[in-house]
């Protein structure tokens, strides 16, 4: 109440405006070059021009944030939590300038300065702390928060190492080396020393047996959390909202009886034990492994949020059952599904209530997104695990599922097959616990992320729980991307073209995706027609000069650009696409010099990380790596087809790569991908989707017309019979698919390097061939058949990309978020008065 201490107009006086013009934003670069930095004028190199434009930015955010937050304490609304254990940030200075309205001035000002912004933009380090579109999804998620003023914060881990760095060695093969990330110092976390919880692990946990459900919980391993915040500039809005990540640290530094017995290395085994917690992001998208340490990684992240939550709600004064009316959790996968049975044990041993006001108040408080109906990506934890680093947790998660069986039990009287399917404990050696499970009863709704995937959630997965619990508990949220990354950041051109030619400011359409439907006219103006395919050439001639300079590899730019870009995965098929390109360079050589020239020029790019322990994912790298080598020294066909593996995928490198394409690849086995994110950021670029009818290209193509994307393969509903088929029928794969068939032979025979290397990879196709390589393929080269004819007519194939851009709206992350904000969290827009 006592503000300020002291003379208000001194206060006054010395508080910090935003920069608004270039002499005071060349003014605080030059004061942080000197008394931050401790540098000068005179040895600044672009590391150094990065940190102190980076510092000036910050600056500005701060003011921002520190208004943000200070209007959300005043106004006390009800806020969202969104845990995600990844945040796959990629780079903020670019962003945060576009954000603040002040990119050019900073242009200016840096030039004024003798620097370039290109050259300061590239010195900055990707934020890697995520495998792919989850940690993605979540980036875009607190953009939109903040642009749509939305009272959201963002808990995650402050991972020391984040996705490995990838290599490839000269035969091919991915090496893994570590992400130092934080080496060069990061400008865009603030430390919070001041604010940490204490966490516990192991110990045991003894009943009270006092009738009151509760537990002592003690001994084991305590840490300590502490806050590193991260400032997320909201577009056009002074809105800045958080992104808190926890660091762990020993609770004690060492050890002071070890090591005054001179015992150093026992001295300080506790607190490098402590450390390791937050040290590196796991590398497994899609596979659960039942790791103690990515256990400790969950459970210290959970209990550390909720202790902030739950503080910051204490403040309020409100007695705790209305603690669902202020906040909204979100957990992003069962990652956080520990929360559950963290807040009952809050709720029961720290706040004494009883269990079915806890559970009240968990089950109103919580929200699960789905990401995946793979089998095995679903998380379980192994019971002795549980028992042994949580003990108390195990107890509260028995507890949990003996009232929800019992009301099973009652709901489907004598149904022991129900129960069983149902239990969080599935049976086995050992027992596990079933995470899904947990986080779909202990949450207030459930969704998945796009329409069809949503569906097979309620119709497999979770099939039993909407009998139980009823449909109205499930939903869908189809996915978003924010559109000032993946449009006004990473395309400048296009999105000045874009203004132009809709005569809008781009603040507005920005924050209203669907206003790019006014391009649509101009589909049909020849003028705009060749503006627009101008500045595809020209991102194609920017990533043709990254290669080349990053790789010292020269890409023709007189071709079509052809790009598949995600994690490597069976189920997404980049072997289908690999085989492909075999197939096409082995009829390219079948044909005669004339004919070939009649063809369409393509280069093909791949990029993608394969987990580390993922052996056949690892061999389709090699593969791909090897038939590059040899088809673009092949003098027959290296004018009509490239191949390029652009090492180290990233949130920087696919910048660069999506506004490039002309077309790119979606091609998973129907029913496995659940949503997939960058078909939209292509499809938004104006580059044209070749896929199958999976996952968000479903709707993509609702949108933009079935005439403007290429489909092909199965459907969903086929997938369970073919598997079958090959099963119990299998056709030997020369009379199901000879074209598929020699291709593989030529692999075999060594066309590409050592054949025998590739056999398990090959075999996989041959046998069994679980993600239907055999029965896509031949409508796969038809597509691309197609794909190449539409292309060969210029003007109708801009005319394509055009219509595909200005249906895009819908795929805003904007419009995401506030589907979550209205129909899921239950919270509104928090605006701030602008600072002056
Ligand atoms: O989430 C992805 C899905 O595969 C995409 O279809 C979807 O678009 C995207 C956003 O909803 N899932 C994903 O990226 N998962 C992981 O990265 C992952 C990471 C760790 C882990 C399991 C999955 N243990």
Redesign the pocket.
């Known amino acids: 109440e006592q503000w300020p201490k002291g003379d208000e107009k001194v206060w006054r006086a010395g508080t910090r405006g935003l920069d608004t013009d270039v002499p005071s934003i060349t003014k605080t670069f030059v004061n942080h070059v000197q008394t931050s930095l401790a540098r000068q004028a005179y040895n600044l190199d672009n590391l150094g021009a990065y940190q102190a434009a980076a510092l000036s930015v910050r600056d500005n955010l701060l003011v921002n944030w520190n208004e943000t937050q200070m209007n959300y304490t005043r106004k006390a609304p009800k806020r969202a939590y969104y845990l995600s ?2 945040f796959l940030m990629g780079r903020t200075l670019d962003n945060a300038m576009l954000n603040l309205g002040l990119k050019d001035k900073y242009v200016e000002g840096v030039k004024k300065l003798g620097f370039s912004i290109e050259d300061i933009l590239e010195q900055e380090r990707d934020a890697a702390l ?8 979540a980036a875009c998620y607190l953009d939109s928060s903040a642009s749509q003023e939305l009272p959201v914060w963002g808990y995650g881990l402050r991972y020391k190492y984040g996705i490995f760095q990838q290599l490839i060695s000269p035969e091919g093969n991915q090496l893994e080396a570590p992400d130092p990330w934080l080496d060069n110092q990061n400008p865009w976390e603030l430390p919070r020393l001041d604010v940490s919880y204490e966490v516990r692990f192991y110990g045991s946990a003894d009943r009270l047996n006092d009738g009151s459900g509760r537990s002592n919980w003690h001994g084991g391993q305590e840490v300590l959390a502490v806050a590193y915040d991260v400032m997320i500039p909201g577009y056009n809005t002074p809105t800045t909202n958080n992104l808190r990540l926890w660091e762990s640290k020993p609770k004690r530094g060492f050890d002071l009886n070890s090591f005054n017995a001179g015992d150093y290395e026992h001295a300080v085994e506790s607190s490098n034990s402590a450390a390791a917690i937050t040290s590196v992001l ?1 590398p ?5 492994f039942g790791k103690e340490l990515r256990l400790k990684q969950q459970y210290f992240w959970t209990a550390a949020s909720l202790q902030d939550i739950i503080r910051r709600f204490k403040n309020l004064g409100k007695p705790i059952t209305e603690f669902p009316d202020y906040a909204a959790i979100q957990l992003n ?1 069962t ?1 956080p599904t520990l929360a559950i049975p963290e807040l009952m044990r809050v709720l029961i041993d720290d706040e004494d209530l009883d269990w079915g006001t806890a559970w009240q108040i968990v089950t109103n408080t919580f929200f699960y ?1 789905n ?2 109906v793979l089998p095995e ?1 679903l ?1 379980k934890w192994p019971v002795p695990l549980i028992e042994h680093v949580l003990p108390r947790h195990m107890q509260i998660i028995y507890d949990i599922n003996l009232f929800f069986l019992q009301a099973v039990e009652k709901k489907f009287p004598d149904d022991r097959d129900r129960l069983s399917r149902m239990s969080l404990i599935e049976e086995g050696q050992p027992k596990q616990v079933r995470m899904a499970h947990l986080a779909c009863i202990g949450s207030r709704k459930v969704n998945g ?2 329409e069809l ?1 949503s569906d097979l959630v309620q119709t497999t997965i979770l099939k039993d729980f909407v009998e139980f619990e009823g449909v109205s508990k499930f939903g869908n949220v189809t ?1 978003g991307i924010t559109p000032r990354r993946w449009l006004d950041q990473c395309n400048p051109e296009l999105s000045a073209l874009i203004s132009k030619t809709l005569k809008l400011d781009k603040n507005v359409w920005l924050k209203d995706l669907t206003k790019l439907e006014g391009l649509l006219p101009f589909a049909e103006d020849k003028k705009f027609r060749t503006e627009w395919a101008a500045i595809k050439q020209r991102n194609k001639e920017r990533l043709a000069h990254h290669v080349q300079t990053t790789l010292g590899l020269t890409v023709r730019t007189d071709a079509m650009y052809d790009v598949q870009i995600k ?1 490597l995965h069976e189920y997404k098929r980049q072997t289908l696409n690999i085989l492909g390109v075999i197939h096409r360079y082995l009829t390219l050589k079948a044909m005669t010099t004339a004919e070939r020239a009649k063809t369409n020029r393509r280069v093909v790019f791949f990029a993608g990380k394969a987990a580390p322990a993922y052996y056949i994912a690892k061999l389709t790298i090699r593969l791909i790596v090897n038939v590059a080598r040899v088809i673009n020294a092949d003098p027959d066909t290296k004018d009509f087809l490239q191949l390029y593996f652009l090492p180290d995928y990233s949130v920087s490198l696919a910048e660069v790569l999506i506004p490039a394409s002309d077309i790119s690849q979606h091609i998973s086995t129907a029913g496995t ?5 960058s078909n939209m950021k292509f499809c938004l670029n104006g580059g044209l989707l070749l896929g199958t009818v999976d ?2 290209n479903i709707e993509i193509a609702e949108e933009v017309g079935e005439s403007n994307v290429f489909f092909f393969g199965h459907l969903t509903p086929a997938v369970e019979d073919l598997r079958h088929q090959h099963l119990y029928h299998p056709v030997p794969i020369e009379e199901k698919c000879p074209a598929l068939a020699n291709v593989l032979n030529e692999v075999s025979k060594g066309l590409f390097g050592d054949g025998g290397v590739y056999e398990p990879l090959l075999n996989t196709v041959r046998h069994g061939d679980y993600y239907l390589l055999t029965d896509d393929f031949d409508s796969y080269i038809a597509a691309l058949a197609m794909v190449d004819e539409a292309y060969l007519d210029t003007e109708e194939w801009i005319k394509k990309s055009i219509r595909t851009t200005a249906k895009m709206g819908k795929f805003s992350s904007d419009r995401a978020i506030l589907e979550y904000a209205e129909s899921y969290w239950n919270i509104e827009a928090i605006p701030v008065a602008a600072a002056k």
Do not use: C, F, I, K
């Not at 991908?673 to 994110?677: I, P, V, Y």
């Open positions: 254990l990844e995520g495998n792919g579109g989850l940690g993605r999804l796991y497994n998208d899609h596979t659960s996968d990652h997104t990401h995946t990506a998380e992320v796009a995937h996915n994690r991908e659940a949503s997939g994110t996952g968000a």
